[in-house]
């Protein structure tokens, strides 16, 4: 049985799947299959890894097969969120040879670009690990992706951030512009943003790019402060006037973070920090389907 899905990643798989079939098979369907492979002719063939990371998005590649030919059986032998070495035999499919080559590509793209997130994800995890910070996803996702891609995070060890516009309050710098005088609009933001019908219950998070910004911000007591492209040394003001004015404030760190630098802005002592390119840079990564007779 592979990893269980959260329903809405599930049915988002399934708008996904079935515009990307209708993309790939076009008004015609498979020219190349049809004509070289009999439709009765069965055959098996195995998902295997090139390199070494991170499964996610196999319960998608079953939906994609399941779309495809609900006679085709797909036994899995590495769930998501394992790890992998290459050559490892992720899943096995047999039924009609002509309907696995139909599913083939896009199943693979799902898992692979799926995996890919979720290996980046594991990576900087990682490079975490001993600390009290925590690797936040962010909203660069792609279009139409962002439940799948987010859940591949998750699966790799990562946190999610809100998933929209709609879950949470973040302020950013041009809601702040758009405030007007800069002494007060960073406070002025936080209350205006709890003060909305409806926000009563949503957390209020807000970002500063100074240290006189966060004044202002820990004055709101917002629920939490991100702390935009500040080096290690302002962090860690950062981190101590937060633990001196508003200890409960959560403070996140966010903006250039890579592989090499996220450890030493995790030392600093913030909460958290988000990291938007384990899903808008993650590379796919390199899986392949064999046949196998």
Avoid: C
């Avoid at 076009?26 to 299959?33: A, E, L, M, N």
């Avoid at 060890?157 to 809601?175: A, E, Q, S, W």
């Avoid at 002494?183 to 240290?211: F, I, K, M, Q, W």
């Amino acid at each position: 049985m592979y990893y269980s899905m959260p329903p809405e990643v599930t049915a988002a798989a399934k708008r996904l799947v079935e515009l990307a079939l209708e993309e790939d098979l076009g008004p015609t369907g498979d020219r190349t299959s049809e004509a070289l492979i009999p439709a009765e002719q069965p055959g098996q063939a195995v998902i295997v890894a090139r390199s070494p990371g991170i499964v996610a998005g196999v319960p998608v590649a079953g939906l994609v097969l399941m779309a495809v030919d609900s006679t085709l059986k797909f036994d899995v032998h590495v769930p998501d969120s394992s790890p992998v070495a290459r050559g490892d035999r992720i899943a096995t499919i047999s039924g009609p040879l002509r309907s696995i080559l139909i599913a083939e590509r896009t199943a693979l793209n799902f898992l692979q670009r799926l995996s890919g997130v979720a290996t980046m994800t594991r990576m900087y995890v990682d490079a975490l690990a001993g600390l009290k910070a925590k690797l936040l996803d962010t909203r660069k996702t792609t279009p139409g992706w962002r439940l799948l891609e987010k859940y591949a995070a998750r699966v790799g060890g990562g946190v999610n951030h809100r998933v929209g516009l709609y879950d949470g309050i973040l302020i950013k710098d041009n809601h702040i512009a758009g405030l007007g005088d800069p002494t007060t609009a960073v406070r002025r933001a936080v209350e205006l943003a709890r003060a909305h019908p409806g926000n009563a219950n949503l957390p209020v998070e807000v970002e500063v790019d100074s240290l006189e910004q966060l004044e202002q911000a820990l004055a709101a007591r917002p629920e939490i402060v991100l702390l935009d492209n500040m080096p290690p040394d302002r962090l860690r003001a950062a981190v101590a006037r937060r633990d001196a004015v508003a200890p409960k404030t959560l403070l996140e760190a966010s903006g250039g973070v890579t592989l090499s630098t996220i450890r030493a802005i995790a030392e600093t002592g913030v909460d958290r920090i988000s990291v938007g390119a384990i899903t808008h840079s993650a590379p796919a990564l390199d899986i392949a389907l064999d046949y196998a007779g």
